[in-house]
């Protein structure tokens, strides 16, 4: 059975840094594709970076292309997402989101089958 479990999600200053951890557990990560999505209050869930399965392809949405960075350890079946410069519109609920297989591009809810419960992150003097 397939789950994953984020963490690292906290209360941070515009302008600083957090790191989400994505731990997998029912498939090695390098053979699915693993994306990040968010979702703020009263709005759609968007997808925010993708990891493709093999040689593990990055995407960024515009929004966060420069300040976001997805990583991958294959040896702890975990993806990161490592996010710079953080402003008050990254505030949201992060998931963490798989799919046996390769995707390309930005990520979009519908392609994932596998989802965690996500991490509250909140950007806010």
């Known amino acids: 059975q397939v789950h994953l479990v984020e963490s690292g999600g906290e209360l941070v200053q515009p302008g600083g840094s957090l790191r989400l951890s994505c731990a997998v557990s029912?498939?090695?990560?390098?053979?699915?594709?693993i994306g990040w999505f968010r979702q703020a209050p009263g709005k759609e869930r968007e997808g925010v970076s993708s990891i493709s399965s093999g040689r593990g392809h990055t995407y960024y949405a515009d929004s966060v292309k420069g300040r976001f960075t997805i990583s991958r350890d294959n040896a702890k079946n975990t993806v990161y997402l490592q996010m710079n410069s953080l402003k008050a519109e990254d505030t949201a609920v992060y998931y963490c989101?798989?799919?046996?297989?390769?995707?390309?591009?930005?990520?979009?809810?519908?392609?994932?089958?596998?989802w965690g419960q996500g991490t509250q992150v909140t950007v806010s003097l």
């Open positions: 989101a798989a799919v046996l297989g390769v995707r390309v591009g930005v990520p979009t809810p519908y392609e994932y089958d596998y």
């Open positions: 029912g498939f090695a990560v390098d053979y699915g594709t």
